[in-house]
């Protein structure tokens, strides 16, 4: 058996969560990510011996057999360099997605994520639509840019998105799909997790008001990425909203990037 802290995909998850720490979105527990592994990625690493069960609350018959690493519910990722056996744990879905198994982590008794009916959900969602099933990793933190603009702008999705797209310009190109947004709503339910799949459907950014951000993506680099291009646009918000707007991104110029760079906008997002 290998030693699973050297797993490529252990390394490039405490990589990622302490990145996302140092980039000031994750203080206190704030956010989890999840990763969708292979059994062939896990193999040899763990011997398959469940350590614990831990119910999940809900189904998702889809992602029965499915593995997945994920962040730990209270933890800190400003700690999980140093003790990833206890802030991460690596679990197996089975009965139906109803009862995770956990296969190696979470050392102290903890369990994964409040959060995760929307980590699960919209990949059920996806599954059952036979969509978007390279989207292996879900990601939710609190930047501060993006928390901010929530309090100041219209939650309108299509004015949401093309304030962002207007702010810098690759957003269109990083994030031709746009950001959905939730209105506030309480966190750690499975009535969260449904409203983000639903959402999830049509964009793969959802923004939850006065709480933060959801992105999904195929790797760990690209979901960061995403938010990061995402909240880059909401600091520039941020430092333009109370000023004159003297120039700004044309849509005849989004066009332009649309056809260099090959992406197609959201349908009805551009005149
Ligand atoms: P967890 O500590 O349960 O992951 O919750 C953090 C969070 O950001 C909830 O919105
Ligand atoms: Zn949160």
Redesign the pocket.
């Known amino acids: 058996m290998k030693n699973i802290l050297t797993a490529p995909w252990m390394v490039e998850m405490i990589r990622t969560v302490t990145n996302m720490y140092d980039h000031g979105w994750d203080e206190r527990?704030?956010?989890?990510v999840s990763l969708l592994l292979e059994e062939s990625q896990v193999n040899d690493y763990v011997d398959g011996a469940v350590l614990r069960e831990i119910p999940t609350g809900f189904s998702c018959p889809e992602l029965d057999g499915k593995y997945f690493l994920v962040?730990g519910?209270?933890?800190y990722f400003k700690n999980v360099q140093y003790a990833p056996e206890i802030n991460l744990g690596l679990v197996r879905l089975t009965d139906g997605g109803e009862t995770a198994q956990l296969l190696w982590g979470f050392a102290d008794g903890g369990e994964f994520?409040?959060?995760f009916p929307a980590h699960m959900m919209p990949r059920q969602h996806a599954a059952r639509l036979k969509i978007d099933l390279q989207n292996r990793v879900v990601m939710?933190c609190?930047p501060a840019n993006l928390l901010a603009m929530t309090y100041v702008h219209m939650l309108d999705e299509k004015q949401f998105t093309r304030t962002l797209w207007q702010m810098c310009t690759e957003c269109i190109v990083v994030f031709p799909d746009g950001v959905n947004v939730l209105p506030w709503m309480l966190?750690?339910t499975n009535e969260i997790g449904e409203a983000t799949a639903e959402k999830m459907r049509t964009a793969r950014l959802v923004v939850w008001a006065q709480?933060?951000i959801y992105g999904a993506g195929k790797d760990l680099d690209e979901t960061f990425g995403l938010i990061e291009t995402a909240e880059k646009a909401a600091e520039i918000y941020m430092k333009i909203a109370h000023l004159p707007l003297v120039n700004t991104i044309t849509d005849d110029q989004m066009h332009q990037l649309e056809a260099h760079f090959g992406v197609k906008a959201r349908e009805g997002y551009l005149s």
């Open positions: 527990n704030g956010g989890n962040t519910t209270g933890k994520t409040s959060a939710h609190h966190c750690g709480h933060g």
